[in-house]
């Protein structure tokens, strides 16, 4: 959901993203944010790739510099520096900002920043937009299953799954699997969680990831000694950012 977080003055910074050298924790200003934007769906335009980035405050006279950082939907800063917002007189700050087609689809986050007239600066605001890149959505595939036919409870074991995405590998918001019982029921996390989240961070030592980034996502497991001997159902599947589902791979693992 898109969403618009106005930080009211006294600010507390609790971020750890900031890019500046002397943001301060609590600063007491007088003047307050009344608006961001944008806040509406964005569609790529190979004809228009900018959008319009605002910020608008009852009272700018003790505001000497305004940025802001872009997130996109992968948690990535698309701005390799603060991206200045310029005044545009009445209070008002904004630039444009390119986007392009080959950033992945989702909810984006741009957060404001202020300099104030003793150098101090500040987070000021948070807005959300959904980004659409325009491209023609196809649902991800996912291949080349490596898992072990079967394993000893209290044994630790890998197994690893490739993911690809015609929209590229950063569409691929996640790969994950649910895991059936002997009996037939399905393993929950928590309560109505049933999905088990594989990874692509090269974490060996606790998912048994190699590679951060290479499409192939892995996790490591086992079996508790009371686990319920005979054979256990691995169901395999992919999502993307625009919500599409890939194909599905079922195996069977004897635990023994």
């Known amino acids: 959901m898109r969403k618009i977080v106005l930080l009211l003055l006294p600010i507390i910074i609790i971020g750890c993203e900031q890019t500046f050298d002397n943001i301060i924790d609590v600063l007491q200003n007088n003047f307050q944010v009344i608006s961001v934007g944008p806040t509406e769906d964005v569609i790529y335009q190979p004809d228009d790739s900018l959008i319009t980035i605002t910020i608008n405050f009852n009272n700018s006279s003790e505001v000497t510099n305004v940025f802001c950082d872009v997130i996109a939907s992968d948690q990535s ?56 890149n325009g491209q023609n959505q196809v649902s991800p595939i996912i291949l080349n299953l490596e898992i072990p036919d079967s394993v000893e409870t209290e044994e630790t074991f890998i ?13 691929v918001d996640s790969v994950f699997f649910e895991l059936y019982r002997p009996d037939g029921s399905i ?26 980034g290479d499409g192939i996502f892995s996790f490591k497991n086992s079996f508790a000694a009371t686990a319920q001997k005979g054979i256990w159902k691995f169901v395999f599947q992919a999502n993307d950012r625009s919500g599409n589902f890939s194909n599905i791979i079922e195996h069977f693992v004897l635990i023994q």
């Open 77 to 132: 800063k698309l701005n390799a520096s603060p991206f200045p917002l310029l005044d545009n007189g009445n209070n008002s700050f904004s630039n444009e900002f390119p986007l392009s087609e080959f950033y992945p689809n989702g909810v984006y986050n741009i957060k404001y920043y202020i300099k104030n007239a003793d150098e101090t600066l500040q987070q000021v605001a948070v807005t959300s937009f959904k980004y659409n």
């Open 159 to 171: 197994f690893s799954v490739e993911a690809s995405d015609a929209n590229g590998l950063n569409d």
């Open 187 to 212: 393993v929950e996390i928590s309560p109505g969680v049933t999905k088990f989240l594989m990874h692509d961070d090269g974490n060996f030592e606790v998912f048994g990831d190699l590679v951060a």
